[in-house]
């Protein structure tokens, strides 16, 4: 095996499978805001001794983190979940992030927020099996024999038919196939003939052959054919590196859930139930847990035989006291499965009502069973300095440009009320300083947003003193 790595080529293959596409564009935008979150940011030794990896402050929350990633990094988390607690915009999805980020670049992490259980046409379980099984990353590795360089050669063989007196077939076609390092002839399948034919290959095209399947692309025109008063429609591309024969490994990633979904879908109309059903369900059947242990059972062969690996992920649960008491039973069974990814849950509540429930209050609204499993971590709220930091990165990460004391002003609107309010302020400021024919934001832009917009403390402190809308008039 190793071998045949080092032979393989760095590059991605041109023909490579396009990788499976995100499955869930939407969710971007939820993670959108923590761009400037690049990790942890701790020493090797666990340390978050100073502002890197994007994130300012938070230093316990940050190494109790780092802890976490260690016991996953070593599979000794499973059965568990983080769960992280903290006032609204102390960084608890920022810190989650993070931790993905921590975990490698092709980890799957899948954010969801309690209330998203609450569908009419779906589960609520369902809607978090699913989300579940998003979460677990598979990687397929492959390992392909071809053969590829310019085309120097090509002649069909022909021979008598043996079938009819007239006529002739083609036996065999040699084709000779040139690249920088050397030469090669092969003699190949009538079949891959007509495939040569269909790509319609002529000498001096660069052209790719599996050896496995037969398959043929052509690639393009070997540029050494390159000429001024060519038509522009062609492709050049240059003479192929290494050996004609040469073995490349190629890496797919995709989710459990995507392999569900495409097992579930119809596989073209066999009889006429098949189509109405796809009709009514828009092309979708229900993905049911039988079809999921098929699925499961062809991954194991997969990873059995070390063509697959499993690449667990991470669900993030956001305003997990929103989920309700079934819910919360299920979550124990999901965690106790041996394929479960990472879970971490946030909340900002206290002691609260579980929901479904009339009579159990608990800590952050979640039955002790359950938090029993979790680890928890505290997020703490920032100093005007630490704003400050989180607001200069956000202007870096969005290409503003702060003029003179607007920083300041900034964190003190910030410590004042909350980071988010100081990080909300930053893009219709920066607006109205575009409006003004401005490049750079003034403290001036900042006051006129705060006297358009109200912190949420402000905001409910002066209905407050009005005792609601109505100016107090009511009883
Ligand atoms: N310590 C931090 N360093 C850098 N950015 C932060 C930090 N804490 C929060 N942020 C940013 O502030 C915003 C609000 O934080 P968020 O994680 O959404 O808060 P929460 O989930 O606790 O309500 C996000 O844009 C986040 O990336
Ligand atoms: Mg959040």
Not at 289 to 296: I, M, Q, S, Y
Not at 352 to 381: A, F, N, Y
Request: aromatic share 4%; net charge negative.
């Amino acid at each position: 095996m190793k071998a045949s790595t080092s032979t393989s080529t760095p590059t991605p293959a041109h023909n490579a499978p396009l990788p499976p596409t995100a499955a869930n564009p939407g969710r971007s935008s939820r993670i959108a805001p923590h761009s400037h979150i690049k990790g942890l940011g701790l020493t090797p030794e666990g340390y978050a001794s100073s502002d890197t990896g994007g994130f300012v402050g938070q230093t316990i929350a940050r190494e109790a983190c780092g802890v976490i990633v260690d016991l996953i990094k070593s599979r000794k988390f499973s059965g568990r979940a983080l769960l992280l607690v903290g006032a609204p915009g102390t960084g608890k999805t920022a810190l989650a992030l993070a931790v993905s980020h921590e975990l490698g670049a092709k980890v799957p992490f899948c954010p969801m927020v309690g209330s998203e259980v609450y569908s009419t046409e779906v589960k609520k379980t369902e809607v978090l099996a699913e989300v579940f099984r998003r979460a677990i990353g598979l990687r397929i590795k492959e390992t392909k024999e071809v053969y590829e360089g310019e085309v120097t050669e090509l002649t069909p063989t022909e021979a008598e038919n043996p079938l009819s007196g007239y006529g002739k077939t083609v036996s065999h076609v040699v084709v000779g196939l040139k690249t920088v390092k050397g030469t090669k002839q092969l003699r190949l399948d009538p079949t891959i003939y007509e495939a040569i034919l269909k790509e319609k290959i002529v000498v001096g095209d660069v052209v790719y052959i599996e050896a496995n399947t037969g398959a043929v692309k052509r690639v393009g025109r070997s540029d050494a054919y390159a000429s001024s008063y060519d038509l522009e429609s062609e492709t050049y591309v240059p003479l192929p590196k290494g050996d004609v024969h040469k073995r490349k490994e190629l890496v797919q990633d995709v989710t459990l859930g995507d392999l569900d979904a495409a097992n579930a879908r119809p596989q073209g109309g066999q009889d006429i139930m098949s189509v109405m059903g796809s009709l009514v369900k828009s092309g979708r059947t229900e993905v049911t847990e039988k079809l999921r242990r098929e699925v499961n059972k062809i991954v194991k062969g997969y990873v059995d035989q070390g063509v697959a690996e499993v690449v667990p992920g991470v669900v993030f649960i956001d305003e997990v006291h929103m989920l309700d008491i079934e819910c919360f039973t299920y979550l124990n069974a999901l965690l106790e499965s041996p394929m479960a990814p990472t879970v971490i849950f946030a909340t900002n509540r206290g002691n609260s009502l579980v929901r479904g429930t009339s009579d159990i209050v608990s800590p952050h609204g979640i039955p002790v069973d359950l938090l029993d499993r979790c680890m928890i971590v505290k997020t703490e709220g920032y100093t005007r300095e630490q704003v400050g930091k989180v607001v200069q990165l956000r202007a870096n990460v969005e290409g503003l440009r702060l003029g003179e004391g607007v920083l300041d002003k900034l964190a003190v609107e910030g410590e004042k009320s909350s980071l988010r309010y100081a990080l909300q302020l930053l893009t219709p400021a920066s607006i109205l300083a575009s409006i003004a024919g401005r490049n750079q934001m003034e403290v001036e832009d900042i006051g006129e947003m705060n006297e358009l917009f109200l912190d949420a403390k402000t905001s409910a402190s002066m209905i407050g003193q009005g005792g609601g809308f109505d100016g107090g008039q009511s009883l």
